[in-house]
């Protein structure tokens, strides 16, 4: 399907509802699915696979067990693997583009093509060993990994019994497909960045539903109550996501607010009341990308119209956090020296920051380079080890701890928006926030 042919139909394609933004029925949604996969098979996988030097790659995976990257790979109508689903690309150079097998009883959706005569070979692991021996790869892929669980979706189990049937020559050619893995889960595909905006601005939109007026009344609805709003939200749209949200308080009181509660020991149920700042982890799965998006909003106090002047010069800390680490963004680099660097930066401009940036996609926490955790800011051997390389998207998570005069004690800034980076620039995919929202609403957000 050509690309404006294709945005043409998610903008022509029924939805479930008009608000907050239009949710396509499943039948379309699995037609753009398949569509993307369709493209991210044909003109994708062989690139990433001469990129590699793998020219086989092969995944097993089993029912209720399956390989992360196998998931990705299944047609919309196939929601896990079948019994035993083993799947073999195999470069076969030139203009001849990648095989695409699956050593099972039946094709696999229209794109995998089922290479499993049970009649002739019952064993199911010998099938896969002559059609390894009838290819003669130079190197064989498998998914095995030291630094992602994404990449490392073969058990041992599996893995003993399919050394068990491959000729000892082959054993030899077998590598990790570490790089390949993580390349297929952390690239973007044109088609999939001509929906990612409308994702993000879905997911957008319901967080400025959630905190407004509409949802919050002062006094009355705590904390829990606008997280399980959030989540029928989520249910009533249609979507589904991929963390609980959560939804945190901080206010002009002698409590000091540790950051880390938000990730595990957050009070329950407090009562929003005028005066407190709002801070909201939030994310959706649709069209089998993921959102990460974290955003603030100020409860009015009598008698105020507007943020007072404390709390937007802190958070103007935290958008020039976000730009301190968005400039380090240059292909190669690895996520700990983008976090290094953003570090120092920070450090010298007197912003008391903490970044945990991440990789987004076809996982919320994706593969890709690690731009630090919470409790490592020194760097993160392994993912953090990673490079930048282009059409990948991230998570730009952090905070930045700042002094609000007027309550006597230190506020975090926690902001977290969805980007896509290029190969040479980095943008904010649909836009970040700016200007903490007000309830009653004042409008402020900008693209």
């Known amino acids: 399907m050509k690309l404006f042919t294709f945005l043409a ?31 991210r098979f044909t003109n994708f996988l062989p690139q990433l696979m001469r990129r590699e030097g ?38 076969q150079g030139g203009d001849k583009g990648v095989e695409k097998l699956a050593i099972a009883r039946y094709d696999v959706g229209n794109l995998l093509k089922g290479a499993w005569d049970i ?35 073969l058990s041992f189990s599996e893995h003993e019994e399919f050394l068990k049937k491959l000729p000892a020559d082959y054993q030899k050619r077998i590598v990790s497909a570490e790089k390949l893995a993580v390349g297929w889960l952390e690239t973007r595909t044109e088609k999939e960045m001509a929906i ?28 829990d109550d606008v997280v399980w709003w959030f989540r029928q939200r989520i249910t009533d749209l249609g979507l589904s996501t991929w963390f609980h949200p959560t939804v945190d308080v901080q206010r ?21 009341m005028p005066g407190d700042l709002l801070h909201v982890d939030f994310g959706i799965t649709y069209l089998r990308l993921n959102t990460d998006q974290q955003q603030h909003a100020y409860v009015l106090r009598p008698g105020e119209s507007d943020v007072p002047e404390a709390i937007k010069t802190a958070f103007k800390q935290g958008n020039r956090l976000q730009e301190i680490l968005t400039e380090q963004f240059s292909a190669g680099k690895t996520g700990n020296q983008m976090l290094l660097a953003a570090l120092e930066q920070s450090k010298k401009e007197g912003i008391n920051g903490t970044i945990y940036s991440h990789p987004i ?6 593969a890709g380079p690690t731009i630090g955790l919470w409790d490592q800011q020194k760097g993160v051997p392994g993912p953090g080890d990673y490079p930048l390389l ?32 290029d190969g040479k620039t980095f943008r904010y995919i649909d836009g970040r926030q700016t200007e903490i929202y007000t309830i009653p609403r004042k409008l402020g957000y900008v693209k």
């Open 361 to 366: 996609g076809v996982h919320g926490h994706a």
């Open 9 to 39: 139909f998610l903008s022509t394609a029924g939805a479930q509802v008009s608000s907050p933004s239009a949710v396509l029925f499943e039948r379309d949604r699995s037609r753009v699915v398949d569509e993307i996969l369709d493209d």
């Open 252 to 272: 002009s009181d002698k409590e000091d607010f540790n950051h880390l509660r938000t990730f595990s020991k957050r009070p329950d149920k407090q009562v929003i």
């Open 119 to 153: 009649d002739v070979r019952p064993n199911q692991w010998e099938a896969l060993a002559k059609i390894i021996e009838d290819r003669k790869p130079k190197k064989i892929g498998l998914n095995m990994s030291t630094n992602y669980g994404h990449a490392d979706g």
């Open 390 to 421: 282009a059409n990948t998207a991230y998570s730009i998570e952090l905070n930045a701890a700042v002094e609000i005069p007027e309550w006597k004690k230190i506020v975090r800034i926690m902001l977290e928006e969805d980007g896509f980076f």
């Open 196 to 223: 990612y905006p409308l994702i993000c601005r879905l997911s957008h939109q319901i967080i400025q539903e959630g905190f407004s007026e509409q949802v919050i009344q002062p006094g009355v609805t705590t904390t």
């Open 54 to 91: 793998i020219d086989m790659w092969v995944i097993i995976s089993r029912e209720y067990n399956e390989d992360p990257v196998l998931r990705t790979m299944l047609p919309s109508t196939w929601l896990s693997a079948r019994r035993r689903t083993i799947i073999v690309f195999f470069d």
